[in-house]
């Protein structure tokens, strides 16, 4: 059942953020890291701008500033030319449409959005989804790929009581996701394997991705459960978020999640 094993190249604070420094920066961290995963044999990766950091809501009333939206392109094309893999785009904290306009511009094949549908307690305060928005501008690019949405996203609450099967299937059915993403409580925490494991029963055969928390210590139980992964904070040196890409961790990671065989 599994799928793609994709690296997260967090992005240094880009203009507009605090923090920043020079675009000649943001690039280097970026593409360093992305050779890391190539070098480690990932599948694929996903840029987010996660240096932004205290972030806009990226909904339609607080957009990100159009320096995000250009950098994450910036970045995406330099980290595709500079390893040949495909790239994703996560545009934080919810910008979809952003993420999808990026997507589109450079070719990339995943977008993940963390609130899709529903609403959801969040630091930046009550995130909405957008997901009819979203669907009219996806069709209006002609983007092909695969749209991930969080169920029950990480740093984040339901504004209200929810029932796990009758939202997972809620996501699968009627937000226009093409896969869905489980994710720890925090960046780097792992998915409780019940919770998969009860989404699984509720959504069938609908790709279920890992969104965090993915290590070499629990991929023999969440690996062959999942249909793709999305991975950082593991592979940095030490485990530390704000270190480089270990490109030794990132190989040990990989072995312990073999590619699929056909």
């Given at each position: 059942m599994s799928g793609p094993l994709l690296g997260v190249?967090?992005?240094?604070?880009?203009?507009?953020?605090?923090?920043?420094?020079?675009?000649?920066?943001?690039?280097?961290?970026?593409?360093?890291?992305?050779?890391?995963?190539?070098?480690?044999?990932?599948?694929?990766?996903?840029?987010?701008?996660?240096?932004?950091?205290?972030?806009?809501?990226?909904?339609?009333?607080?957009?990100?500033?159009?320096?995000?939206?250009?950098?994450?392109?910036?970045?995406?094309?330099?980290?595709?030319?500079?390893?040949?893999?495909?790239v994703g785009v996560n545009c934080l904290r919810n910008d979809g449409m952003a993420a999808l306009g990026v997507a589109a511009v450079v070719g990339a094949r995943w977008v993940r959005v963390n609130v899709l549908a529903g609403a959801y307690v969040t630091d930046q305060g009550v995130i909405e989804?957008?997901?009819?928005?979203?669907?009219?501008?996806?069709?209006?690019?002609?983007w092909n790929g695969m749209l991930l949405a969080?169920?029950?996203?990480?740093?984040?609450?339901?504004?209200?009581?929810?029932?796990?099967a009758t939202g997972a299937k809620d996501i699968a059915e009627r937000s226009g996701a093409d896969g869905l993403v489980l994710s720890g409580a925090r960046t780097g925490q792992p998915v409780d394997a019940g919770l998969l494991d009860a989404v699984r029963a509720a959504v069938g055969a609908f790709p279920i991705w890992l969104g965090s928390g993915l290590t070499a210590d629990n991929a023999?139980?969440?690996?062959?459960?999942?249909?793709?992964a999305i991975v950082g904070t593991w592979c940095k040196r030490d485990g530390r978020l704000a270190e480089p890409v270990d490109v030794g961790r990132a190989r040990t990671l990989r072995a312990a999640c073999p590619p699929r065989r056909a």
């Open positions: 190249v967090h992005l240094p604070p880009l203009p507009s953020a605090r923090g920043h420094r020079s675009m000649a920066e943001v690039i280097a961290s970026a593409v360093a890291d992305a050779r890391a995963f190539a070098a480690a044999g990932f599948d694929g990766l996903v840029i987010e701008n996660f240096g932004d950091a205290p972030f806009h809501k990226g909904t339609i009333g607080d957009p990100v500033p159009p320096d995000a939206t250009a950098g994450l392109a910036v970045a995406a094309a330099q980290v595709a030319a500079a390893t040949g893999l495909p989804g957008e997901a009819a928005r979203l669907a009219g501008y996806r069709r209006r690019l002609g969080d169920y029950l996203v990480k740093h984040a609450a339901p504004l209200a009581p929810i029932d796990v023999a139980t969440l690996w062959p459960r999942c249909d793709g």
